[in-house]
C-alpha cells in the first residue's frame, strides 16, 4: 500500500526561506515518481517539481513559476522527496500536496497522471 507523507508547512514572511519533506512508502524498490503540487482556492492543482526514483537519480525538473527559488533533492535511501523554498512571496500561499506515481516522471505536469497523493500541508507567506 503506498502511502505518503507529508511535513514541513507553516508561515513565513515574504523574502524567508521553508522546507517540506515528503517520505513516500510501499513502492518497494521500483521506479517511481514524486512530485510537488501546490493549489490555492483560485486555481487548479499545479505542478512545481518532479523527480524520478529508483533509477540511476533523477533530475529535477522546476515549473517557471519558482525555477531559481525553489530546490527539490531526493534521498533514494529514505524515498524522501525534499522541496527548499527560497525567497517565497505572497503568490506561493498555497497548500502543497506530495504526489507519486509508478513509473518515470516523464514529461507530464498533469495531476491526473498521479495517482497517490498525500494529505497537503498548508504554507502562508505574508508581506
Known amino acids: 500500500q503506498v502511502q505518503l507523507v507529508e511535513s514541513g508547512g507553516g508561515s513565513v514572511q515574504a523574502g524567508g526561506s521553508l522546507r517540506l519533506s515528503c517520505t513516500a512508502s510501499g513502492f518497494a524498490g521500483g521506479t517511481y515518481c514524486l512530485a510537488w503540487f501546490r493549489q490555492t482556492p483560485r486555481n487548479q492543482r499545479d505542478g512545481i517539481t518532479s523527480?524520478?526514483?529508483?533509477?540511476?537519480?533523477?533530475?529535477?525538473r522546476y515549473a517557471d513559476s519558482v525555477q531559481g527559488r525553489f530546490t527539490a533533492s531526493a534521498d533514494a535511501a529514505r524515498n524522501t522527496l525534499y522541496l527548499e523554498m527560497n525567497n517565497v512571496n505572497t503568490d506561493d500561499t498555497a497548500i502543497y500536496y506530495c504526489?507519486?506515481?509508478?513509473?518515470?516522471?516523464?514529461?507530464?505536469?498533469?495531476?491526473?497522471?498521479?495517482?497517490?497523493w498525500g494529505q497537503g500541508t498548508q504554507v502562508t507567506v505574508s508581506s
Open positions: 523527480v524520478d526514483f529508483g533509477t540511476n537519480g533523477g533530475t529535477p
Open positions: 504526489a507519486a506515481r509508478w513509473g518515470g516522471c516523464g514529461g507530464t505536469w498533469s495531476p491526473l497522471v498521479f495517482g497517490f
